[in-house]
């Protein structure tokens, strides 16, 4: 665990209490149930909103507090344990992006309603089942954007959308010209391809050329740290599992080879923890961040497959079950895993920066 | 190692061959083409089509769903030779074998070795036609992995049992009609006190409830029994030798499970979804290399899987006995399936994540489905910690150190 300052442990304890007591499993079980396409809960947004979370990155003169990256991350991590469906990420990594590239009026007129949940945002970028920052088509002309976005996250709720163009980032408002289609994925949160067709757009001026993968730096490394609160969990309710659970007269956790395999997760973990929190770092000191957030991120994806498939595994039949939790941090698990790249094209990344 | 045929024997099997290919020409109704077993083997009658009804009654008659158990109680009496040639007919003409269940895979094969001779006669005929669906009732809330601790008990009425307990898991336990359950027939003795029964589903003071999986399907239940009477003419066996026949039934349980690889070969190969869902070059090698070598790396692994099931089935019946290395096939098989899923999922991104929508085909959300059963492959049956408890003991000799 990072070392922490006073604000963060207060930020983070209230968020762990909030998420325990007002945001267990039991909500996401709720919205899942209710089959809203847009799957999250506006109420308990609000509440998060007025808790300060969708400002925590934002400067304070846009009502913002301007914690930064390692205190959204922890809030995150909270929200991650208990699967609270929320366009929190979606927002603040929108936010994010007004911030780096955005001009005064932009900045003026948007973070202040991101911050206080009036409202809401997320990132259009990839245009397919995987990401690919690389193959963008969408194109702007006279201030219309023309493209389509595939599985973009909490697109339902989303009053803005920070889209992804040729020649930068745009800003596109929902209505004339945004049509959406629900994408329903496994773990049955808000997902959508866009369609845009000539939609009012105004162009991210600042930000310079890397802007974009300022953008995705941050995108990694948040997704990761909802990733390294889901991993924890799994981790948590494992353990506990098998230190109750009896077979052969004996609890399941007096066995030398599950011993062993617990061990083998906790180290994993712990390295987890330490790229998602570098990550978080590196994004706010400006230090290295692109290949900190690529760190944590295919660390939260190694960690998290093998965590999520152990956890069913250790659990036996009762893991395999809809009524108990475990699977749906799996089928999360595995949604988060491509988004803001697989492995397979963070490692790619890696070695480019790396030179090799 | 493969033999080469004599002469006369290699002619047999080309008659055999023609007999086969002339039944699937007559038998089997176009429309199911290429289609395989689908749940409708499970899921019971009530969904079965005209066509499919027809050709399980067709096989069902000749006995070649059970191609290789004997004639006399309704099988096909073929030798694994002629199976192996029918098994191939079949494929060829986009055709498959319409009788399975849990009825051909596991409860068929253990009463023919320990049944009575009524007890095969009235209960292996409709087996062999696909008319009677079974069910396992083996795993109780706190008897998974520790089996012999089951507590469902049977209490000696004079003609018949009294059995109260609960099942759990107990897959297509709503849509059967019948249950090879082991139950407790004495409490002084662990693995002694255990006896294998047959018991009928509609008897009163069976319930099952359904349990929702993570795939999001039911396809199993808890059973609760509650003062059912269960004639003693369905013991099998000897009362008390219930855990011998019961692991026997497991044996022929991992055998099946071995191969199993749900969601499984929807699609192709590996190599056809990457060229489908990935880039490819002029020359039809796949664009990125890193995905090429993995591919390469399963199917390695795999086909030489598939040389050690062989190789398994090859020396069992050359030594008469099982062959040491069955023990591992259950494991490295459900492992390779759980693989190919996972590899199945990434290659696809977030079009192989779909839970339901026409953006999706019917392929990519099957594969979904698949992908989240097929964590069940290695915790039933056995799970592959129990398997690597019983390689290490029982055929490496490592001593259990509790
Ligand atoms: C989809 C599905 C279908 C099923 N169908 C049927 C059915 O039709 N009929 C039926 O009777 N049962 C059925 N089962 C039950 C299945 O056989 C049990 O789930 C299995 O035996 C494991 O038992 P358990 O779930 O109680 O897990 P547990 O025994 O509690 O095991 C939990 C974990 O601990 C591990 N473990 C246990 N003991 C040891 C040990 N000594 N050393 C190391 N690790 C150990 C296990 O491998 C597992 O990973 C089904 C299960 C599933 C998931």
Same mark, same amino acid.
């Given at each position: 665990m990072a070392v922490l300052n006073e604000e963060q442990e207060m930020l983070r304890d209230m968020a762990r209490e909030w998420a325990t007591n007002e945001s267990p499993v039991t909500e996401f079980r709720k919205v899942r149930a209710s089959g809203a396409p847009e799957a999250f809960d506006r109420d308990a947004y609000g509440t998060m909103a007025e808790m300060g979370w969708a400002g925590i990155i934002i400067p304070e003169e846009h009502g913002g507090s301007d914690f930064g990256f390692l205190s959204a991350g922890l809030v995150v991590e909270e929200l991650g344990k208990t699967l609270t469906a929320s366009p929190l990420i979606a927002t603040t990594l929108a936010a994010s992006a007004i911030m780096l590239g955005g001009s005064d009026e932009q900045k003026a007129k948007w973070l202040p309603k991101l911050a206080s949940g009036e409202a809401i945002a997320t990132l259009a970028v990839d245009e397919g089942p995987h990401h690919d920052p690389a193959e963008i088509a969408t194109s702007v002309s006279g201030g219309k954007l023309t493209g389509t976005k595939g599985f973009v996250a909490e697109a339902h709720g989303a009053d803005l959308f920070v889209v992804a163009a040729k020649d930068g980032l745009y800003l596109v408002e929902k209505g004339d010209g945004v049509t959406l289609t629900t994408r329903r994925l496994t773990d049955q949160r808000s997902h959508a391809d866009i369609a845009f067709d000539g939609a009012a757009a105004e162009k991210l001026e600042n930000g310079g050329d890397t802007l974009l993968d300022d953008v995705l730096d941050r995108a990694r490394v948040l997704t990761a740290a909802e990733m390294l609160g889901m991993a924890q969990i799994v981790f948590d309710t494992t353990l506990d599992y098998l230190k109750q659970r009896v077979q052969f007269n004996q609890v399941l956790s007096s066995f030398q080879a599950l011993q062993h395999r617990m061990a083998d997760l906790f180290a994993d973990l712990a390295q987890m923890r330490s790229a998602v929190e570098a990550g978080l770092q590196a994004v706010d000191s400006g230090v290295g961040a692109s290949r900190a957030a690529i760190v944590a991120k295919a660390e939260a994806n190694r960690v998290l497959h093998t965590m999520s498939n152990e956890g069913i595994q250790l659990h036996g039949g009762i893991g395999m079950t809809d009524e108990y939790d475990i699977g749906l941090y799996l089928k999360r698990a595995r949604v988060l895993e491509p988004a803001w790249g697989a492995t397979g094209y963070l490692k790619n990344r890696f070695a480019t920066l790396g030179g090799y | 190692m493969a033999t080469q045929l004599e002469p006369e024997a290699r002619e047999s099997a080309d008659v055999f061959r023609e007999e086969a290919r002339q039944f699937i020409a007559d038998k089997f109704p176009q429309e199911l083409k290429g289609k395989g077993l689908s749940m409708a083997g499970a899921e019971g009658r009530e969904k079965e089509t005209p066509a499919q009804k027809s050709w399980r009654e067709a096989m069902g008659e000749r006995g070649w769903g059970t191609p290789t158990w004997p004639k006399e109680y309704g099988g096909g009496g073929l030798s694994r030779k002629q199976a192996a040639i029918l098994d191939e007919e079949l494929a060829r003409a986009g055709a498959y074998n319409p009788i399975g269940g849990m009825g051909v895979m596991m409860f068929g094969p253990t009463l023919l070795e320990y049944g009575s001779e009524a007890q095969k006669q009235e209960h292996i005929p409709p087996i062999c036609r696909g008319e009677i669906r079974w069910c396992q009732g083996y795993s109780e809330p706190n008897a998974g992995s520790d089996l012999a601790n089951l507590q469902t008990m049977a209490e000696d009425k004079g003609d018949h049992y009294l059995v109260n307990g609960q099942k759990t898991w107990t897959s297509g336990g709503q849509w059967a009609d019948k249950c090879f359950a082991i139950v407790r027939t004495d409490r002084s003795d662990k693995h002694k006190g255990i006896s294998f029964l047959l018991i009928d589903m509609d008897s009163p003071g069976v319930e099952v409830r359904p349990i929702t999986m993570i795939s999001g399907t039911s396809p199993f239940c808890e059973t609760f029994f509650t003062d059912v009477k269960v004639p003693k003419e369905n013991l099998v066996g000897e009362e008390g030798q219930g855990w011998t026949i019961g692991k026997r039934l497991l044996q022929h349980e991992r055998t099946n499970l071995s191969g199993a690889a749900p969601g499984g070969r929807g699609g192709g190969s590996l190599a056809d979804i990457a /060229? /489908?869902? @990935? /880039?490819?070059?002029?020359? @039809? *090698?796949?664009?990125?290399?890193?995905? =090429?070598? &993995?591919?390469?790396? +399963?199917?390695? &692994?795999?086909?030489? +899987?598939?040389? *050690?099931? =062989? &190789?398994?089935?090859e020396e069992s019946k050359a030594q008469g006995g099982v062959s040491e290395i069955s023990s591992a096939l259950k494991k490295l098989g459900t492992k390779l399936g759980q693989e190919r899923a996972e590899m199945t999922i990434e290659i696809m991104g977030l079009q192989g994540l779909g839970w339901e929508g026409d953006n999706f085909s019917p392929v990519e959300l099957q594969g979904v489905r698949g992908w989240l059963y097929g964590k069940a492959t290695t915790i039933y049956g056995g799970s592959t910690e129990i398997q690597n408890n019983v390689i290490a003991k029982r055929v490496l000799g490592m001593l259990d150190h509790q």
């Open positions: - | /060229k /489908k869902y @990935g /880039k490819v070059n002029a020359d @039809g *090698t796949l664009a990125d290399p890193v995905l =090429r070598d &993995r591919i390469a790396d +399963f199917e390695i &692994r795999w086909t030489s +899987f598939l040389h *050690t099931a =062989r &190789r398994a089935v």
